[in-house]
Structure formats: C-alpha cells, structure tokens
C-alpha cells in the first residue's frame, strides 16, 4: 500500500524558510507527477506546486519567485523549498503522487496526512 509521509512544517516568522520533504513508503510501479498542495481554514485546497516527467514545473502565481519544488526519483520523494514566507502562506501542507502501484493498475492519486506551516507577522 502507497503511503505519503511529510515533514517539516512549523512555526516561523514572516520573511523566513521552511523546506518540506515527502517520503514515500510502499510499492509504486510508475509517477506521472508528484506535487504539493495546501488547505487553510475556511478554505478550499488549491495547489502550490507540481513536478512531473522530466522535472516539469508548475507553480501557483502567488507562490512564484518564492517556493521551489524538487524531486528525488530513486527515493520517490519530493521536497518543497519555502523561502520569503508570509502570513499568507499559513496552511496545512499535503504531498500528493499521481501514479500507478502496479503494472496494469489503475492511476491513482495518493495524499499524505498533511503538515501544518505557520507563518507569524
């Protein structure tokens, strides 16, 4: 069974950084994508950035210039790099994988558990 774990939330200040890594337990025949997303309270996820074949990027605007999304193919991991952090920012942080678990299964997308980042003004 496919099982996404991040880390590295927390509590920081505006201005700082933070850099989030999700690892991925169990089997996983092929990735299309790996990506990131996020949740604050009253509010609808929406995505902060995704990775897929050959390291394309894609970013929220409200995140551009600030936040870069890297992978580790051998490990199936991803990692979220956040610098120049805002109030704004404040979220629970979900890994995402859009993949297949077996030759011949279905695509499916897998989440994490999430991990909370706060960011204080």
């Known amino acids: 069974q496919v099982r996404l774990v991040e880390s590295g939330g927390g509590l920081v200040q505006a201005g700082g950084s933070l850099r989030l890594s999700c690892a991925t337990s169990g089997s996983i025949f092929s990735i299309n994508a790996m990506g990131w997303y996020r949740q604050a309270p009253g509010e609808q996820r929406e995505l902060v950035a995704t990775i897929g074949s050959g390291s394309v990027t894609n970013y929220a605007d409200s995140v551009k210039g600030r936040f870069t999304i890297s992978r580790d193919n051998a490990k199936n991991a991803v990692y979220l790099q956040m610098n120049s952090l805002k109030p704004e920012d404040t979220a629970v942080y979900y890994c995402?994988?859009?993949?297949?678990?077996?030759?011949?299964?279905?695509?499916?997308?897998?989440w994490g558990q999430g991990t909370q980042v706060t960011v204080s003004s």
């Open positions: 995402n994988l859009n993949g297949r678990a077996n030759y011949g299964s279905a695509v499916r997308v897998y």
